[in-house]
């Protein structure tokens, strides 16, 4: 008889291998990116526009990072440049209509 799969374990090594959050840096702040996405967030990001970029990054990064990173004079080049790198680490396939 097979193995059950034990969601528990998985879960575990997926945040052992890429950690609670992927961080980035723009000049000099650090921000965080969940590295998993809970359903109810999924929910919320499959309603958004394919090209709303700034719901995306204010969904993802939640209120208070979001109001920080937008002090900062970022082009849509750069969001674009941190969510392909945040696909590309963790896995998950955001901003890709």
């Known amino acids: 008889m ?5 969601v528990n374990a998985a879960r575990a090594q997926r945040l052992e291998a890429l950690g609670l959050q992927w961080e980035f840096e723009v000049d000099g702040e650090t921000y965080g990116l969940p590295t998993e996405i809970p359903r109810s967030a999924a929910k919320a990001l ?6 709303d970029l700034d719901g995306l990054l204010a969904l993802l990064l939640g209120d208070e990072q979001y109001k920080r990173l937008c002090a900062h004079d970022i082009s849509v ?3 674009s440049a941190i969510l392909n790198a945040y696909g ?10």
């Open 88 to 97: 590309e680490e963790t896995g998950l396939g955001v901003g890709e209509g």
């Open 2 to 6: 097979p193995a059950k799969f034990n």
């Open 77 to 79: 080049q750069d969001v």
């Open 46 to 51: 499959a309603a958004l526009d394919d090209n």
